[in-house]
């Protein structure tokens, strides 16, 4: 995870999220913000920003990339995870993400308006002004 002075260098990573809020139906809903492609070493570069998703769904997309690399990389190249995104692209990948950003209505499905292990729905009212997420009353 991520905050957004990129305390845990998100744009490193082969994937990197960092936190976000959205708002969906009148409320808000805690996120993340996946980046991918990110590198270190000689041939270093940035993450770029792929898509935001609802947090709960975070797990799902994670392993649909993994799944996604299981069936589709090239074996006997020895292809990496990291070699595999970037040849799939950042179109590409947010195509395969695109269907979890879809959310129901607090009606139909709660947990997901939940930051985990919430008692209470998600919200930025009270938390003041600071780096990571800011009031938004």
């Known amino acids: 995870c991520g905050c957004p002075s990129s305390c845990s260098q998100h744009y490193l990573g082969t994937l990197g999220f960092q936190g976000a809020v959205s708002q969906q139906q009148g409320r808000a809903m805690p996120c993340y913000m996946l980046y991918a492609r990110g590198k270190t070493g000689e041939e270093a570069k940035l993450a770029e920003f792929v898509i935001k998703l609802p ?29 595999f995104l970037e040849r799939m692209g950042k179109e ?26 919430a008692e209470e729905p998600y919200t ?8 990571c997420a800011g009031a938004v009353e």
């Open 55 to 83: 947090a709960k769904r975070v797990p799902k997309a994670v392993m649909d990339l993994v799944d996604w690399y299981r069936a589709d990389r090239y074996p006997n190249a020895g292809e990496t995870f990291a070699q």
């Open 92 to 117: 590409a990948i947010r195509q395969k993400l695109e269907p979890l950003t879809h959310v129901p209505p607090f009606d139909q499905e709660r947990d997901i308006y939940y930051d985990w292990g």
């Open 124 to 131: 930025t009212v009270g938390r003041g002004s600071g780096d």
